[in-house]
């Protein structure tokens, strides 16, 4: 008799188990879901197709190469070198130089850089960062007329 009794106590049970069983497919069936989602709407990166020079209708100038080297001085500080020479490979003097250099990060970082001239084609910055790693530092040149923009990365210790 307890024979009797004792099955159909256990088979009221398995719903149990099987329910555990069945939220977790229903829970990865929805994950599934949710990534070829996020894989048919997800578009890329979008960048600026156009520089700043040609934004503005000035052709780019390229008949200048620059050379820029970072000297770290201390902690999350240091002096960055520009060499610009122009086509002929004669140093090149400038109209205008502006740069900034940005880092992205969860708060992206954009900070102004102050060249100040030392010698012919040759420019001097100090420079001191919120952070370390690499920093793209971003050259905008303004030559006869011509407007060309240049990045360059440096690696900065902690």
């Known amino acids: ?15 149990i ?32 197709p156009r520089p700043a020079a040609q934004a503005h209708g000035t ?18 500080a240091g002096r960055l070198a520009l060499a610009l020479v122009g086509a002929d490979g004669a140093p090149l003097a400038v109209d205008r130089l502006t740069a900034t250099a940005e880092r992205t990060t969860r708060f992206p970082q954009l900070l102004p850089i102050d060249f100040t001239p030392a010698g012919p084609g040759r420019y001097e ?19 006869a007329g011509r407007t060309s923009e240049r990045i360059e990365t440096v690696e900065v210790a902690p």
């Open 1 to 15: 008799m307890s024979r009797g009794s004792a099955a159909p106590g256990a088979r009221r049970d398995l719903w």
């Open 17 to 48: 188990p099987a329910g555990f069983v069945l939220f977790f497919v229903a829970l990865a069936g929805l994950q599934l879901w949710f990534v070829l989602l996020a894989n048919r709407t997800f578009t890329g990166l979008v960048t600026d």
């Open 59 to 76: 052709p780019a100038a390229t008949d200048w190469s620059a050379r820029l080297s970072f000297a770290q001085t201390g902690t999350l």
């Open 125 to 143: 910055a100090s420079l001191r960062l919120p952070l370390a790693g690499d920093w793209a530092i971003r050259l905008q040149v303004t030559h």
